[in-house]
């Protein structure tokens, strides 16, 4: 990478090696991917797969569904605001913005562990959880535009804003293709045991890349 922060990207860097620059620095390969994959498992959740969960799990009314979605709701946007804020107090008192970040996707995915597994399949508890934790994947962008250059910063966020709307697509379609796999019954309802492998299957991945954070986290050289 180079060093000096304040140059803008000259215009003898093409944009191909700008995006090399950003992929192949050591914060942005051990944050952003498990930050895009929690992004992006929370927008597959909360945007499709929710409510299919709630009615064939659960076994919830379309009224108890709706207050359950609505605490996420309310709950997103407490954690959208408050998590920006309270990250910049805590560093600010020397806490390290990475392993905040970390925490906050640790108990985004231990949450989705709860539904693979159909732990408490009733509370709202856990959606309360999934609201204030969903965006906490954004936080990587402030860590990585002080890793580079102040030209690299547009390509560092459309970088991983690319990656987790892909990630949302193939999340999508997995989930729906394994419940396929199943198929409905004559209601129209999917078996638990289908949502158990979609869901499991994704939190298998994200346990993957999440260890692969911590095995690197210390590392980085992140000190704000």
């Not at 970040?101 to 999934?130: E, H, R, S, T």
């Not at 999508?172 to 869901?199: C, R, T």
Request: proline residues 3%.
């Amino acid at each position: 990478m180079p060093e000096n922060k304040e140059n803008i990207q000259s215009d003898g860097q093409s944009n191909l090696y700008v995006y090399k620059q950003i992929i192949k620095n050591q914060n942005f390969y051990t944050l952003a991917p498990v930050s895009a994959l929690g992004l992006a498992s929370f927008f597959s959740i909360q945007g499709l797969w929710a409510n299919g969960w709630m009615s064939d799990v659960a076994g919830l009314s379309q009224s108890e569904i709706g207050m359950r979605l609505l605490i996420v709701a309310i709950a997103m946007s407490f954690g959208t605001l408050g998590n920006g804020a309270f990250i910049d107090y805590l560093s600010k008192r020397g806490v390290n913005r990475a392993k905040y970040l970390a925490a906050g996707l640790m108990i985004l995915f231990l949450v989705q562990i709860c539904f693979a597994l159909n732990i408490d399949p009733k509370g709202y508890w856990q959606w309360a959880l999934l609201g204030l934790t969903g965006n906490i994947g954004v936080l990587v962008h402030p860590i990585l535009n002080k890793t580079y250059p102040a030209g690299y910063a547009a390509r560092s966020i459309s970088t991983i804003a690319v990656s987790t709307f892909f990630m949302v697509f193939v999340i999508q379609f997995g989930i729906g293709y394994i419940l396929d796999i199943w198929g409905p019954n004559e209601f129209g309802s999917y078996p638990k045991v289908a949502y158990n492998y979609a869901f499991g299957i994704l939190v298998s991945l994200e346990i993957l890349l999440f260890s692969l954070m911590l095995l690197n986290i210390k590392k980085l050289n992140i000190n704000f």
